[in-house]
């Protein structure tokens, strides 16, 4: 695990646990692709002065389908120990692949169910140099609660046909998604896009270009227009029907 908080969105979850929804004697679908939740989407989460001795945030349980493709799908928060770590989850759980030869064939054609737990744990107990990285990580999360990351969106249109359009190859049913992070500017533009995670890297810039799109209502702090940062969206391509 890294302990760089400026480098904050690089910190990943320590533990995850998968859990298949059917019966133990049937193959277990081969994950291809499963990124955590980056700090830098729950950071918001974690009261500066009540920061976990032992580093441990909270967990998530997630229920989805696997279409045969591998792709997840119909993603449903089933239980969590804090609402707020909840919009994190499911947006890099959308970002999860499996190997479609490893999927068992559904009953009825309907998508394989499947759960997860996400353990959120900022850092492990007792590790070298905890002080110091607790003394950062109070300084971070302050930053953060000042910047806000409550934007208020104006105008969020869907990414453009033509940017994306090279990526389809047939008509058959295909989900993707793109997971972005971004600030906003004190004149409600997004700026600084990153990728924070895909199911294709094709679909990558037509998701960037579409948040270049996007306004957002100002933020005002003591009358003045302010920046918020760290915003994060997943942002869904769906190709044919299913």
Known sequence: MRRSILGIT??????MSIAPAFAAEEKTPEPLQQPAPPLGMYLH????????????????D????????????????TSSTDPCLEDSATKMVGLWIYNPRSIPKPKRGAPLQMNATLKYQLFEDNAANQEEYL????????????????AVPERRKPP?????????????FRLERVVVA???????????????????????KAAIRSVERWTYAPRMIDGKPAAHTD???????????R
Not at 45 to 60: F, L, T
Not at 62 to 77: C, K, P
Not at 184 to 204: A, D, H, M, Q
């Open 10 to 15: 690089t910190l990943l979850l320590s533990c």
């Open 45 to 60: 989460c974690v009261a500066p002065d009540a920061i976990p001795e032992d580093g441990y945030v909270g967990s998530v």
């Open 62 to 77: 997630v229920a989805y389908g696997l279409t045969r493709t591998g792709r997840t799908i119909d993603l449903e928060v």
């Open 135 to 150: 003394i950062r990580l109070r300084e971070a999360i302050i930053v953060r609660r000042k910047t806000g990351n409550d």
């Open 160 to 172: 453009a046909l033509n940017d994306f359009r090279d990526c389809i190859r047939s008509a058959d």
């Open 182 to 204: 971004f600030d906003v500017s004190p004149e409600g533009k997004p700026v600084n896009t990153r990728i924070l995670g895909s199911t294709s890297k094709c679909f990558e």
């Open 231 to 241: 915003i994060t969206s997943s942002i869904e391509f769906q190709i044919g029907e």
